[in-house]
């Protein structure tokens, strides 16, 4: 059986050299480079299952690499390490095709279990949403452009609004766990972020509220299914 394959883009040589490791000690295999300007031949040649992206690099920084590689690959999960803590930096990452970010320093335990929910997620999500829109029963979700329409009105979706029903289309009728949606969309599963789950699950339930064949329900202890009957 083949091993998952890391794509990690590091220029802090001796942080690079633990992670690596401690990944290789775990089954990975770790592709490593710590020039933003060679990542993307890199990329390329290797074929990674998964992309581990430092945001400060040398020649190229994390966000040009991961909206290069978006380009050639959309499927390919990609996590971002940061020392930023600002808000917009996040949003930016998640803007130029990331699916998740772990913030410096941090923990081997919190960098598997990141890699782990992404490549679970993406094996049971075999749904992909072809095109720019998508069809929900009297619903069509312009994705890239976060609107959602019913007829002749439409609804701005804010991102992560946008970002959670896609989520929810991808895996829908599946149960999707609380924790999984809190680590892909916001980073962790603090009590915080948790509540402004429970915030944007309800503003989705009241856009769809117009089709009864769309519902998102909850399972308690456990977290979501979205169902399209």
């Known amino acids: 059986m083949s091993r998952t394959k890391v794509f990690y883009v590091e220029d802090e040589l001796f942080l690079g050299k633990i ?44 966000f040009t690499i991961a909206d290069e590689i978006r380009e050639m690959n959309e499927d390919v999960p990609i996590i971002f390490l940061t020392a930023k803590t600002q808000t917009e930096d996040v949003v930016k990452g998640f803007n130029m095709g990331g699916n998740d970010y ?19 997620t993406k094996t049971e999500s075999p749904n992909k949403i072809s095109g720019d829109t998508v069809t929900m029963g009297k619903y069509s979700f312009q994705v890239n452009r976060q609107i959602l329409s019913h007829g002749k009105e439409e609804k701005k979706l804010s991102y992560r609004e946008s970002e ?3 989520l929810l289309y ?42 009864p064949s769309l519902e998102i329900i909850t399972i308690k202890g456990i977290g979501y299914r979205f169902v399209i009957s």
């Open 19 to 62: 992670v690596k490791e401690s990944l290789e000690s775990r089954g990975f295999e770790v592709i490593m480079e710590s020039d933003g300007g060679k990542a993307v031949d890199l990329f390329k040649k290797s074929q990674p299952d998964i992309c581990v992206l430092d945001v400060m690099l040398p020649n190229k920084d994390g």
């Open 102 to 120: 772990i913030r410096k320093p941090f923990s081997m335990e919190e960098l598997i279990v990141r890699i782990q929910n992404l490549l679970r």
């Open 164 to 166: 959670l029903l896609k």
């Open 170 to 211: 991808l895996n829908r009728d599946k149960v999707i766990d609380r924790k999984d949606i809190l680590n892909l969309l916001w980073g962790n599963d603090s009590f915080f972020n948790s509540r402004n789950l429970d915030v944007y699950i309800t503003k989705l339930r009241s856009y769809l509220k117009d089709d």
